[in-house]
C-alpha cells in the first residue's frame, strides 16, 4: 500500500507538446526557451503552444492565493498560486511517469485547464489568458511504507503568467 489522496478532487492537465511546438513557426524564444510570440499584425505577441491532449488526473488541492489584487500602471495583474497534490501510482496508470528515469512527466510549463469533484462535476474552469502553469513539479513523501519504502506524492505548484506590461519598461 503506497497512500492515499485524501478529499481528492481530479485536475484536467494540458502537458506542453515541446517537439510540437518547436516544429510549428514561431516555434521557441531562443533567450527565453518557451514558446515564441508571433507578430501577424493583427494579433501581436500571440504565444503559439501545442499540447498533448488533456488528462485528469485525481489530486488534492492547496490553494495559497486566488486572483488576489495586484495593480499595474495598465491595470490589474490578479496573482493566483495554488498546487495541488499528485499520486505516482495515478502518474503511473496514466503512463506520466518515465519507465527509464522514474520522473513525472508533469514538468514546468504545462497548464491547468480545470478542477472537478470526484463525480466529474465542473468545480473551476481556470481562465486562460493568464492561465496557471506549473512552475515546479517536486516528488515528495519519500520514505514511507515499510518495509518497501517509496515514494508517492507529487507537489505540483501552479502560477498564473502576467497579463499587465511589463515594468521599468520605457519606449
Known amino acids: 500500500m503506497r497512500g492515499r489522496l485524501i478529499f481528492a478532487f481530479a485536475a484536467e492537465l494540458h502537458r506542453l507538446d515541446a517537439r510540437a511546438t518547436a516544429t510549428t513557426p514561431p516555434g521557441y524564444d531562443a533567450d ?3 514558446p515564441a510570440l508571433l507578430d501577424t499584425g493583427d494579433a501581436v505577441g500571440v504565444r503559439i503552444r501545442r499540447e498533448h491532449p488533456p ?15 495586484e495593480m499595474h500602471a495598465s491595470g490589474n495583474s490578479p496573482r493566483t498560486q495554488l498546487r495541488l497534490v499528485l ?7 496514466a503512463g506520466l511517469v518515465d519507465a527509464t528515469t522514474g520522473t513525472a512527466l508533469v514538468q514546468v510549463g504545462d497548464r491547468l485547464g480545470s478542477l472537478f469533484d470526484s463525480q466529474g462535476n465542473l468545480v473551476q474552469s481556470i481562465r486562460t489568458p493568464p492561465g496557471l ?6 516528488p515528495i513523501g519519500f520514505g514511507l511504507f515499510m518495509p518497501r519504502p517509496r515514494r508517492n506524492l507529487l507537489l505540483v505548484t501552479f502560477a498564473e503568467r502576467d497579463t499587465a506590461a511589463p515594468r521599468g519598461v520605457s519606449p
Do not use: M
Open 32 to 34: 527565453f526557451k518557451e
Open 55 to 69: 488528462v485528469r488526473l485525481p489530486c488534492q488541492i492547496e490553494l495559497d492565493t486566488f486572483e488576489a489584487l
Open 87 to 93: 499520486h505516482f501510482a495515478h502518474l503511473e496508470r
Open 133 to 138: 502553469y506549473v512552475t515546479e513539479a517536486r
